[in-house]
């Protein structure tokens, strides 16, 4: 798998297997020009290990560019434990986790992702000190995400719309969870008219209640008459049978992997709606977690702009994103992996030792 021609060249993979425990993980170190990789695991089961393999490509190849386009001075990886997590978690197996991790020693770091909470992160901090996120650290990563995610918008509204301010603008918000919520108060208190969709009728009830948002179905409201869709939903909410359906100027927001396919994407240029990577405009969380990395045991410590300062950034970079997609002609998807990748190769950061 990973001498396919759809990979980069990764710089380190590493297989770990611990027949006590029944552990079996996979490590994928995709760079660390910029600094040591940082990246989730992932505990789920896979149809093959060539697909855990792949995942572990490719979501590491993701942590790479998401974090160089943040500005973050660290590279990129992701760990994949192969494996029913409710069949195989164990105190045990993450603890013989842990030592792997710690094995590969100060190029990376770990945290949560599917599968995999921030509880099993801190049973794998008693052997290892390369993990990340926990319950100490910049707290709940939504708050981060929530913040980027407005400051994605004003690129939105101020490259698309003209807009400079979110007063009248209209934003259909799919999912009001632990993002998407904080994202339409803030949204309302910046003069917004909401249209809100959520499977819990609670939330959308609240909505109405507190933002005077308007409601539809959570199957259709990428089909509202709005300005900007914003999904904080689901990923994949971008199909070629949702893609022409879509009447905002621009599809903006939270949820993970939003494009089903390429073309879902080559679509919405087609049809001149602005689309911000998803990867981009969410990466709040992952730049508040990075703090742990500051201090990793045996490297000079990380210097990093305020947290603050690089929430904002993502407003800037999707700008860039959306100028250069335009001159070039190409989706703000391709320019933004164009960018991640001249990142990296252009701009390593000072050596680390
Ligand atoms: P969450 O689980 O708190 O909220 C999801 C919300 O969507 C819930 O209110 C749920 O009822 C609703 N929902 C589920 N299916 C729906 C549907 N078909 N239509 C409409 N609403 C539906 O999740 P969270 O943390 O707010 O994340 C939202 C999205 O943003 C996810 O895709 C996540 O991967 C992504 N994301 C979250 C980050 C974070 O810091 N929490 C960071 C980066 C990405």
């Given at each position: 798998?990973?001498?396919?021609e ?8 590493c ?11 996979i ?8 600094g ?5 695991t ?7 290990d ?20 943040a ?10 434990i ?7 978690k ?34 794998m ?7 990340g ?19 994605g918008?004003r ?42 969709a ?63 396919s ?13 689309f ?30 305020p ?43 000072e050596?680390?030792?």
């Open positions: 798998v990973w001498q396919s759809e990979f980069d060249k990764h710089e380190q993979v297989f770990f297997s611990d027949e006590a425990t029944n552990l079996r993980a490590v994928a170190i995709h760079s660390t020009t910029r040591p990789a940082a990246g989730g992932r505990f789920k089961s896979y149809a093959s060539d697909m855990a393999l792949d995942d572990a490509l490719r979501l590491s190849r993701a942590m790479s560019y998401k974090s160089a386009l500005g973050l001075p660290v590279g990129g990886g992701k760990a994949v192969i494996g029913d997590p409710r069949e195989l164990s105190r045990e197996l993450l603890l013989a986790f842990g030592r792997f991790i710690d094995r590969i020693g100060n190029v990376f770091a770990t945290g949560e992702d599917v599968g995999f909470s921030v509880a099993d992160v801190e049973t901090f008693e052997v290892t000190p390369y993990v996120g926990m319950s100490k650290g910049a707290g709940d990563p939504s708050i981060h995400t929530a913040t980027g995610v407005l400051h918008l690129a939105v509204a101020e490259f698309r719309l003209g807009r400079k301010s979110f007063e009248g603008v209209k934003v259909a918000v799919q999912g009001l969870g632990s993002v998407g919520w904080r994202v339409a108060r803030q949204l309302h208190e910046a003069g917004a008219e909401l249209i809100v959520d499977i819990d009728p609670e939330k959308v009830t609240k909505a109405q209640n507190d933002f005077h948002a308007l409601t539809m179905e959570t199957d259709e409201i990428h089909a509202a008459q709005a300005d900007i869709f914003c999904p904080c939903a689901l990923g994949g909410v971008i199909t070629m049978t949702t893609a022409p359906q879509i009447r905002a100027h621009a599809v903006a927001g939270a949820a993970n992997n939003q494009l089903a390429p073309e879902a994407g080559a679509m919405l240029a087609q049809r001149n709606i602005l911000a990577p998803d990867y981009v405009i969410n990466a709040g969380g992952v730049i508040s977690g990075v703090e742990a990395m500051q201090n990793m045991p045996g490297r000079k410590k990380i210097d990093m702009a947290l603050e300062d690089l929430l904002e950034s993502i407003y800037g970079r999707l700008l860039e994103i959306f100028v250069r997609s335009e001159k070039e002609n190409r989706t703000p998807e391709a320019i933004a992996q164009m960018i991640a990748q001249e990142l990296i190769r252009e701009q390593p950061l050596e680390y030792a």
